[in-house]
């Protein structure tokens, strides 16, 4: 059994007391005062009027974070609470998993109302990646398969919102660019953040998720030491941040932009056309599942980049087949064809220099 000692990273508590004061009540082992005041930032999301988000993810500085609110409704244990979190920040993207025992770390403090019983549940699962207990529920690392967090999302729901457009997204991610997404509600973010990183399976690449960002500058400036991303924000300023996408999917009205700098890049032609008809037949299969829309998609996917590697010079010293561009004009490709071959083969690291 593997246990989660390379995973996870911290456990922390935040409380809210009747006089409305949220603090920063206890962490195991710690955190920066960086890191602390983003995960702060992050639980008080939620105002009075909202209600309390159930549960939450994001990622910061290549740290996972996963935050599970309680409303405390009868203060036997807890007397001058009415709120709190539990953090739990990690190495891995797994929702999920970390969902599940938060769930449990919530229902030991909601009952003991001092963190003990937690830690030990949390060095329990840290150790040997499981922990039982009959009145909180028990938890096993080993039955949160990561490609079940990867295949989660639902790409179905995507193409059923954007149609043809979808071939806009994918050719962003397929580019390694930057995807920006607004919508107000962080559940909505969250979920259709997440299922953009299966347009480019091969990848299988979740790193470059940050479903849930701030428009705050430590927040934006870590965001750009990324090469490409899918980033969500609650904020409808994030629209004018230009430069902070290339790429700017506004879930509300449905509407998917290109900036003036991508657009070069995200030209489309033929092959983008019959790669968009290909996504929208199985994503509106109803036969078909999620998984088995991104397994065409990778199929095409790979198809592109055999073709790709069919224009490489083989004869190089370099363990990857590198491409040249003046070879690759006198493929005499259609325009937009030439301009994404090129482009991709930059993402996949593929281009003479």
């Not at 489309?268 to 599942?289: R, T």
């Amino acid at each position: 059994m593997a246990a989660d000692t390379q995973l996870m990273r911290t456990v922390a508590l935040v409380e809210k007391d009747t006089n409305g004061d949220t603090l920063w009540v206890w962490c195991y082992p710690s955190v920066t005062a960086e890191l602390r005041g983003l995960l702060l930032r992050k639980c008080c999301l939620a105002h009075e009027n909202e209600g309390l988000h159930p549960f939450l993810f994001g990622q910061y500085k290549r740290t996972w974070f996963y935050i599970a609110a309680m409303h405390v409704q009868d203060p036997a244990a807890l007397k001058k609470v009415t709120h709190f979190w539990i953090i739990l920040t990690a190495k891995d993207f797994n929702p999920e998993k970390y969902a599940a025992f938060t769930r449990i770390l919530c229902r030991m403090y909601l009952k003991h109302g001092s963190p003990v019983k937690m830690m030990e549940t949390y060095i329990s699962v840290l150790i040997k990646g499981a922990c039982q207990s009959e009145e909180n529920g028990s938890f096993l690392s080993a039955d949160y398969d990561v490609r079940k967090a990867y295949l989660a999302g639902s790409i179905k729901d995507v193409v059923a919102q954007f149609g043809m457009e979808t071939v806009i997204l994918y050719t962003a991610l397929m580019l390694k660019k930057r995807v920006v997404v607004y919508h107000p509600r962080i559940e909505t973010l969250q979920e259709f953040t997440r299922a953009l990183p299966a347009l480019a399976w091969h990848r299988q690449d979740w790193s470059i998720l940050h479903p849930f960002v701030h428009l705050t500058e430590d927040e934006t400036e870590a965001l750009k030491t990324c090469t490409g991303y899918v980033a969500g924000f609650t904020d409808p300023g994030v629209s004018n941040r230009t430069d902070l996408y290339d790429v700017y999917v506004n879930l509300v009205d449905g509407v998917i932009s290109v900036s003036q700098m991508a657009k070069e890049a995200l030209t489309m032609g033929k092959l983008h056309k019959d790669i968009g008809q290909l996504i929208v037949q199985s994503a509106e299969d109803p036969e078909k599942s999620d998984s088995q829309v991104i397994k065409d998609i990778s199929s095409k996917t790979r198809e592109v980049l055999t073709t790709l590697a069919s224009f490489a010079d083989v004869s190089t010293e370099r363990e990857k087949p590198t491409i040249n561009f003046e070879a690759l004009k006198q493929k005499r490709l259609a325009p937009a064809t030439e301009n994404f071959l090129y482009h991709l083969a930059a993402a996949e690291q593929m281009l003479e220099t």
